[in-house]
């Protein structure tokens, strides 16, 4: 898969396709944006709703309102990292149960200065993670580039690598980074048995464990296990304040005290030492407040949408087609179908203009393998609570009748 900075948004799903952004590309590519985001507006169900569709006053209202309620806002605002920032920082620790965490800008700058830190104390500059990790498929090879970083990939298999390949990997590695959930793969999670076997061999192996947790807030049902017992596997670990819980940006490293001071120089040398961020850091407080404790029934509802997007496709008469994985691991999931993006983007955006439902969003040929293949990100949110699976089904019937 090549890069697609522009799908990264919350959901990958509203930017534009790679090479439909840029001076050239302006006319036709924002048009069809700007009608996608329409569509979504003035849907009146949906899976759920993202940050791309509410203008910057709408945002900035919602933003008003509601941080009053989490932070002291008669107060100054953060200078360099103080105040509301450090407040942030202070409640990720002990959420995930760290001594300290850093904030960041964007987690592919705290990822490249923790594998930068780990490398000095480890001396092997070589990290161990999937190809399908973010940092290898979204981040224009940054690691290398940029921090002098050489990454090696014990499994190519569409899951995290099990304890066995790690243990027998060919070659040292200083850190092993795990993605959790592998978004690329189907946002696919192991058991905490496999999870917990893979760290022990990494141990094994004299390498440490840091966990790629952009989406780490999702994984507890799946689990079963608190966020902190998770995240304390793991050496360090990276959370993003976006992708989940719907912040304006910004991210957040925890892990061992020396460390975490560490990768504070690492992020003023990247150019991350930004003079306020008190938006960013209100936001992310209130999504710890009001989106994080919601998680669990987004998770449980994503099965219920899953059965319903299932039994749809069945009984529509689809020839073939996959939920993956077919029990959601978390809210997000991926749905293949055996058609070309195009006639899928049409068919969805159709359904979302005249009949006012939402069911799927954009559409992505496969990265590999036979043509008129293509799959598609799908997120449960609040707004997926409203539907049951026959509603589900009866979306999916009139998205397929608009293939015909």
């Given at each position: 898969m090549e890069d697609q900075q522009g799908l990264e948004d919350q959901h990958g799903q509203i930017g534009n396709e790679p090479g439909e952004?840029?001076?050239?590309?302006?006319?036709?590519?924002?048009?069809?944006?700007?009608?996608?985001?329409?569509?979504?507006?003035?849907?009146?169900?949906?899976?759920?709703?993202?940050?791309?569709?509410?203008?910057?006053?709408?945002?900035?209202?919602?933003?008003?309102?509601?941080?009053?309620?989490?932070?002291?806002?008669t107060g100054m605002p953060d200078f360099y990292g103080d105040g509301v920032v450090a407040e942030l920082e202070r409640r990720t620790a002990g959420l995930l149960g760290f001594p300290a965490a850093a904030f960041f800008p964007t987690g592919t700058m705290a990822q490249q200065a923790a594998m930068r830190a780990w490398a000095g104390r480890t001396g092997n500059s070589t990290v161990a993670l999937h190809p399908l990790a973010h940092p290898e498929v979204h981040e224009r090879r940054a690691f290398g580039t940029v921090s002098g970083l050489r990454t090696v990939h014990p499994t190519t298999a569409p899951r995290l690598p099990t304890a066995e390949e790690v243990r027998d990997f060919e070659e040292p590695f200083g850190t092993l980074m795990l993605e959790l959930p592998l978004r690329d793969a189907g946002f696919v999670l192991p058991t905490w048995q496999e999870l917990t076997d893979v760290v022990e061999a990494a141990r094994e192996r004299d390498a440490v464990v840091h966990f790629d947790g952009a989406r780490l807030w999702e994984c507890a049902v799946h689990f079963d296990r608190p966020l902190e017992e998770i995240a304390r596997l793991a050496d360090s670990v990276y959370v993003s304040y976006y992708k989940t819980l719907e912040g304006l940006s910004g991210a957040a490293l925890v892990g061992p005290e020396s460390l975490v001071d560490e990768t504070r120089t690492?992020?003023?040398?990247?150019?991350?030492?930004?003079?306020?961020?008190?938006?960013?850091?209100?936001?992310?407080?209130?999504?710890?407040?009001?989106?994080?404790?919601?998680?669990?029934?987004?998770?449980?509802?994503?099965?219920?949408?899953?059965?319903?997007?299932?039994?749809?496709?069945?009984?529509?008469?689809?020839?073939?087609?996959?939920?993956?994985?077919?029990?959601?691991?978390?809210?997000?999931?991926?749905?293949?179908?055996?058609?070309?993006?195009?006639?899928?983007?049409?068919?969805?955006?159709?359904?979302?203009?005249?009949?006012?439902?939402?069911?799927?969003?954009?559409?992505?040929?496969?990265?590999?393998?036979?043509?008129?293949?293509?799959?598609?990100?799908?997120?449960?949110?609040?707004?997926a609570l409203e539907w049951s699976a026959e509603d589900v089904r009866d979306a999916v019937a009139e998205f397929v009748r608009r293939l015909d």
């Open positions: 952004s840029g001076p050239s590309g302006e006319g036709g590519a924002q048009d069809a944006r700007r009608r996608r985001v329409a569509a979504w507006r003035a849907s009146e169900r949906t899976l759920c709703r993202m940050p791309g569709e509410f203008s910057m006053g709408e945002r900035l209202t919602a933003l008003a309102a509601d941080a009053g309620e989490v932070y002291d806002t690492w992020r003023h040398r990247y150019g991350g030492q930004l003079f306020q961020q008190y938006p960013a850091a209100l936001s992310a407080l209130v999504g710890m407040d009001r989106v994080l404790p919601k998680l669990p029934s987004y998770v449980a509802h994503a099965r219920v949408v899953a059965e319903g997007l299932a039994d749809g496709f069945t009984k529509a008469g689809v020839p073939w087609f996959r939920i993956n994985p077919e029990v959601p691991h978390t809210h997000q999931f991926h749905v293949w179908l055996p058609y070309g993006a195009d006639a899928l983007d049409d068919a969805g955006l159709g359904q979302s203009e005249e009949t006012g439902v939402t069911l799927f969003r954009r559409w992505f040929p496969a990265p590999a393998g036979p043509p008129g293949l293509s799959y598609t990100e799908l997120t449960v949110a609040e707004p």
